[in-house]
């Protein structure tokens, strides 16, 4: 969990303004350039109010139980007689 806090407090503090400057290059970029960058924008901040009114972090949560976020898992019994097999 305490990769959760991490990755949550992260973007709730320092992410903040780098979100911000995606959406609204987002917004801009779909004005003026490309019409589906709006909707990416719009993703974005819909992710971003969810988070803000749930008080959750989805993201690290999913993030969380990718395969390589999960700690080592080791029969520490098999290991120790493997280990007496090669004496």
């Not at 959760?4 to 992410?15: A, F």
């Not at 990718?66 to 520490?76: S, T, W």
Request: hydrophobic residues 45%.
């Amino acid at each position: 969990m305490g990769f959760l806090k991490t990755l949550c407090g992260q973007i709730g503090t320092s992410g903040t303004a780098q979100t911000a400057d995606l959406v609204l290059r987002g917004v801009l970029g779909g004005l003026r350039a490309w019409r589906p960058l709006t909707y990416l924008a719009a993703a974005v901040g819909a992710g971003l109010t969810y988070l803000a009114v749930s008080d959750s972090c989805a993201m690290g949560m999913v993030l969380s139980k990718l395969p390589y976020n999960q700690g080592a898992r080791g029969d520490v019994r098999a290991v120790l007689t493997q280990l007496a097999a090669m004496e």
